[in-house]
């Protein structure tokens, strides 16, 4: 699977032929911006994975039910509220959301994909979007920006790219890094393209492209009750060749994934574990998640400190993984800290002031196979701490 | 397995008949004590568990050797470096450490355990440690807490406790939690008694109790390299009851995972994380582990704030544990706030006050069998990300 590495985003992100967005104020929020709509002129043929939080919310269940038909025309988000821990009254109130947009698109419900996030264990108050989304079919416009702030929660910034593949266009827009939002919180990203692929194949692709990027997100270990991310190809562009459009999904979905993780809740820095030399590539993956996920290596890199003993500490507590320490390896920002499990004498100096960097890399090398892994986390900052522990449920 | 809740420990905590300690500074830090010798006046049973950690240090190599005689006079232990990463002449210098202390208590070196905690990577300076050794005999005194002083690293106060059982005294010495020194840490926990067990019996009682206490404990996920429990029994005081010995043991293993987990890096509060109702102890410990180690519980407990969705995501997030939605159920501080999976409509005023005690208690119900498991953990501060970003290795 080719995967390029600077595929040629546009700047600003477009959306791929026939799709559009709107966002509005519903009332659910003071004012920011809590209602979003993202459009297909026709009907697209769609694929999408969630969340595998055992406390799934209700438009997680409603969603699952929805894919499956593998078509949809539009996508109805919400924020403040994320309707979860809402029992059967809760998917009753995500059917009428979907019902709502289906009456302003003039479609059918069961072509809506349902995502709402915010509070959880309080009723989505369904009267406010049923009455705020009338007339949004006239906002709609082409600017994914648009949709990508409508989302938005702790977000610092709207998040959306674009770039093209063959003659078709690849769109996404995306909210969150983990529980980003400090209640109970939710990553979103929406892919639009107009590339033709029968479902069946999106389905596959986007699973092979979550699976090294989105899948490979830490910001604090959490997951979400809400996650959800979809594709949309409504085939403006006809067909493209698969493993060329397969490329650039992956390496779209990697450079979101880091997009989200340098915008974690808190970070200053993006953190890049790189794993290689594991048995299989789940070991590396192990590996690469314990390293981003480390609250030691974490504030390390806050800290900008070359601590070779929490790299070798993170790597040696993953005890599933049978790691050999004569032959472990790592690597700080391309110089090399540590050789056969010892720490090399390297200069200290230098290496402290590359942590200085925005994009921290770390790589390990295991020594017993062939197989890696790539790992996308942020540092650990008293902002983490004061976002999560200022912020109150009700 | 008798657990009482509430021993009588000893104020202030002593020794059992025939051991003492002393500790000293032989010049591995400024001025702080920096090197602890424990010592039994005749040769003790013991037993020991060690960290999982692929990358043990050397002393953890060279105490698994020693251990497998089952015979301990004295345990060496120093600060600041922790002879971790350091290779052939990491153990070779461990094997001096311990032939000092024989030397100086006039037995061999095979009958010393050697702890040693601090920097990891660097030569252990064992010529101050062999010189600064000598004399030491002559120091040794009844006090525990002299001995918990030396082993200090970033703990708020020396932690000793002891117990009676019978007509004999089992006492703790513990420094440390989880990852407690800022840069490559240890939880050291050493038990004496004047019981009369076996080795075996010694053993398979202590790796009972650590079962449901330090291995039940978390700081911050991450484990050291150099983590050790030792038990040592002199016999002095003759047989005892192995059920009431057992149950006191375990009792005062808990209490010392709680002093441990309530002097956690930056901590202002001990979580208890009680799991019930679940198919087998595994599964509840699984969950109960995750809910201490949620960095969005943990920022909850220090928020103050009676944040259900935290509870249910990080309870979701289990996903080898069949967690059923709707037989969930969850009490804060015993105040019921879900039930059936559902956010019940508590007094949140109340429930809020109840979280600025010092113990916050989670319960959680899985609805799906009888078992059950309790984690110790504490909340996530600023001061934990100061200490850590602040920290520098060399």
Known sequence: MAVPNSPAFHVPPRFPRGFRCASRNVGLKPTARDLTLFVSDVEANAAAVFTRNHFPGA??????????????????????????????????????????????????????????????????????????????????????????????????????????????????????????????????????????????????????????SFNMLSVDTDTSTSDTCAILANGHAGAVNEDDFQGALTAGCIRMTEILARDGEGAEHLIRATVRGGRD??????????????????????????????????????????VIADRTDALINGFPVVKGGMRLDFDDATVRATLSREVVDLVVDLGTGAASAVAYGCDLTKGYVEENAAYYSS
Chains 1, 2 share one sequence.
């Open 281 to 322: 590539e789940g070991e590396a993956r192990r590996v690469a998640k314990a390293l981003v996920n480390s609250p030691l290596v974490k504030t390390m890199v806050h800290g900008a400190d070359p601590n070779v003993g929490r790299l070798l500490m993170a790597v040696g507590k993953c005890f599933d993984v049978p």
């Open 59 to 212: 438009p997680i269940i409603l969603g699952r039910e929805t894919i499956r038909a593998g078509r949809l025309r539009g996508i109805i988000a919400n924020s403040k509220c994320s309707n979860v821990a809402t029992g059967d009254e809760g998917v009753r109130r995500a059917r009428r959301m979907a019902a709502a947009a289906a009456a302003e698109l003039g479609t059918t419900a069961d072509r809506i994909l349902v995502s709402s996030t915010g509070v959880i264990g309080v009723p989505l108050p369904i009267e406010k979007i049923e009455t705020g989304v009338r007339g949004m079919s006239g906002d709609l416009q082409d600017d994914p920006l648009l949709g990508a702030e409508g989302i938005m929660t702790t977000d610092t910034h709207p998040k959306a790219l674009s770039v093209s593949v063959g003659n078709a266009t690849i769109t996404w827009v995306a909210k969150g890094s983990g529980m980003i939002e400090p209640n109970m919180a939710t990553m979103l990203a929406y892919i639009f393209t107009d590339a033709a692929f029968d479902t069946a194949t999106l389905d596959r692709m986007l699973r092979a492209a979550v699976h090294v």
